[in-house]
Antibody, heavy 118, light 111 residues
Framework: QVQLVQSGAEVKKPGASVKVSCKAS????????IHWVRQAPGQGLEWMGL????????GYAQKFEARVTMTRDTSTSTVYMYLTSLTFEDTAVYYC???????????WGQGTLVTVSS | NVMLTQPHSVSESPGKTVTISCTRN????????VQWYQQRPGSAPMIVIY?????PPGVPDRFSGSIDSSSNSASLTISGLKTEDEADYYC??????????FGGGTQLTVL
């Protein structure tokens, strides 16, 4: 069965960077895009971007373009989301999700809480 | 930028039918498939409708989706409401086949 397992919670200071991983299993890793979606406390879902594991190309939401990088390691079927210059507003649960039918996100990781605190 | 607007909250009684709307501000709703996700507190979202009206395996047929080109909106309808349907619901679509966008979410209360 398809599984996306994310790395554990992080606490970072303002101005720092964070790297969250998402390990995929149960399917052919290169065949489906992986998206990153975040959710601030009590807020809605916010799409950050996606990566195509077959060619390592990525597309980012304009809001995050200057601060986010998404990469993949095909040897371990893992996708990484790297976010720099953290502020308090980046405190959120970060989810990876796999496309299933086009842009439909059919499988989700368990989420990683990133807390930005001084 | 494309925005999807949803009502902040809706409520209905068990056994009744509720409809949640999702209005697209620019670009045609038709031709940009809409998905719907259910999110219960403390859990990751779960897809309940994809490609406007298709139900993933395991999702009850009480959930249905539609689009209305005249109002440039999509709708999620849940019939025979159960208390377990109480959750936040998000619509999602995309723009220029490059960017995804979520609606602000609708809190459904079943009381």
């Amino acid at each position: 069965q398809v599984q996306l397992v994310q790395s554990g919670a992080e606490v970072k200071k303002p101005g720092a960077s964070v790297k969250v991983s998402c390990k995929a299993s149960g399917y052919t890793f290169r065949s489906y895009n992986i998206h990153w979606v975040r959710q601030a406390p009590g807020q809605g879902l916010e799409w950050m971007g996606l990566i195509d594991p077959s060619g390592d190309s990525a597309g980012y939401a304009q809001k995050f373009e200057a601060r986010v990088t998404m990469t993949r390691d095909t040897s371990t079927s893992t996708v990484y989301m790297y976010l720099t210059s953290l502020t308090f507003e980046d405190t959120a649960v970060y989810y990876c999700a796999r496309g299933r039918w086009g842009w439909a996100l059919g499988y989700w990781g368990q989420g990683t809480l990133v807390t930005v605190s001084s | 930028n494309v925005m999807l607007t949803q009502p902040h909250s809706v409520s209905e009684s068990p056994g009744k039918t509720v409809t949640i709307s999702c209005t697209r501000n620019s670009g045609r709703i038709a031709g940009h498939y809409v998905q719907w996700y259910q999110q219960r507190p403390g859990s990751a979202p779960m897809i309940v409708i994809y490609e406007d009206k298709e139900r993933p395996p395991g999702v009850p047929d009480r959930f249905s989706g539609s689009i209305d080109s005249s109002s440039n909106s999509a709708s999620l309808t849940i019939s025979g409401l159960k208390t377990e349907d109480e959750a936040d619901y998000y619509c999602q679509s995309y723009d220029s086949n490059k960017y995804a966008v979520f609606g602000g979410g609708t809190q459904l209360t079943v009381l």
